[in-house]
């Protein structure tokens, strides 16, 4: 029992370690083409937490922490959350945050990093000025986001892997909301969720 611990303990560390090599080069590329469009834009010097700012416009994106046990469907590693923030509101609204975890959200052992975010159920009539937004693996709100239970707190991305191949989507998508902030355009998603995220993990 002892050495199966151990060697789960080292399975773990190693997993996180690929998640941290797969993660820090591709955001320090997307401020990297940020910086590119936009030089006068300010990156912070230290590289996690990372943070770039123009204009009304920050983006935020967390450092990697080893994700807590928790009640997912999937074995969660690590996890970060990226958040666009805008001094310049639209009708209260501030923005968005994006959960990103390591995990093996679609397929057994298969762990890659996942973007996906949380909005509250329409059906509470509950609004935030982050929406959508970002959850641990751990919070009540996520876990109940991906069990059968309907709950407050319901998915409003699916799970979109963003690494091995298909960083370009994310950054893209990052980059052209940063735009959007930074020129005063930010504006409350034209509907929740915005992608369907039914069938992107499995139960």
């Known amino acids: 029992m002892a050495n199966q611990r151990q060697s789960a ?8 370690e690929a998640a941290s090599s797969l993660f820090v080069p591709i955001v320090e590329r997307l401020l990297e083409r940020i910086h590119t469009n936009a030089p006068d834009s300010q ?4 590289h996690s937490p990372w943070v770039v700012r123009f204009n009304d416009a920050e983006l935020y994106v967390a450092p990697i922490e080893r994700a807590t046990e928790s009640e997912t469907p999937f074995t969660v ?3 970060s959350h990226v958040r666009l923030q805008t001094q310049r509101s639209s009708r209260g609204y501030r923005g968005r945050s994006h959960s990103l975890w390591y995990c093996d959200a679609q397929e057994k052992n298969a762990f890659r990093w996942y973007e996906t975010a949380f909005m509250h159920s329409p059906l509470i009539g509950r609004s935030s000025s982050i929406n959508p937004f970002a959850l641990a693996p751990n919070e009540s709100g996520a876990q109940v986001s991906l069990s059968p239970v309907m ?20 950054m893209e998508q990052w980059i052209g909301w940063f735009a959007d902030a930074a020129e005063g355009n930010l504006r409350y998603p034209s509907s929740m969720p915005e992608r369907n995220p039914h069938g992107s993990w499995r139960r």
Do not use: C, H, Y
């Open 9 to 16: 303990r080292e399975q773990n560390a190693a997993l996180f």
């Open 43 to 46: 990156v912070s010097d230290q």
């Open 77 to 79: 590693i690590a996890v």
């Open 151 to 170: 709950g407050t707190v319901q998915l409003a991305w699916p799970f979109t892997p963003f690494d091995q191949g298909d960083q370009e989507r994310f």
